[in-house]
Nanobody, 121 residues
Framework: QVQLNESGGGLVQAGGSLRLSCVASGYTSSRYSMGWFRQAPGKEREFVVAISWSGSMTDYADSVKGRFAISRDNAKNTVYLQMNSLKPEDTAVYFC??????????????WGQGTQVTVSS
């Protein structure tokens, strides 16, 4: 089982930027996709973005297209989420996710603990 550990959350003003990181440990030899979900207060967890193991395929939710960018460094077992032009509605706990069906089905097999992102207006 792979363990995921997120970092990089915080408080930022609207229009600002943040970069989240997620380091995978444990059983990391599998070629799994990685990505991010988020959950705002009182709402269900929603898909944000995913990237294939090779990095050649990405899948973005419409709400973040053009503002967020995902990348990964397999040598470091790390995936990054660069978030630009942040809006108050981006406020949520962001969860790192991993799984073989993440790109196709937006379904994760492993989750991180989450990191809080708060965007003030």
């Amino acid at each position: 089982q792979v363990q995921l550990n997120e970092s990089g959350g915080g408080l930022v003003q609207a229009g600002g930027s943040l970069r989240l990181s997620c380091v995978a440990s444990g059983y990391t030899s599998s070629r799994y996709s990685m990505g991010w979900f988020r959950q705002a207060p009182g709402k269900e967890r929603e898909f944000v973005v995913a990237i294939s193991w090779s990095g050649s395929m990405t899948d973005y939710a419409d709400s973040v297209k053009g503002r967020f960018a995902i990348s990964r460094d397999n040598a470091k077992n790390t995936v990054y989420l660069q978030m630009n032009s942040l809006k108050p509605e981006d406020t949520a706990v962001y969860f790192c996710a991993a799984g073989s069906r993440l790109i196709v089905l937006r379904s994760a097999d492993a989750w991180g603990q989450g990191t809080q992102v708060t965007v003030s207006s």
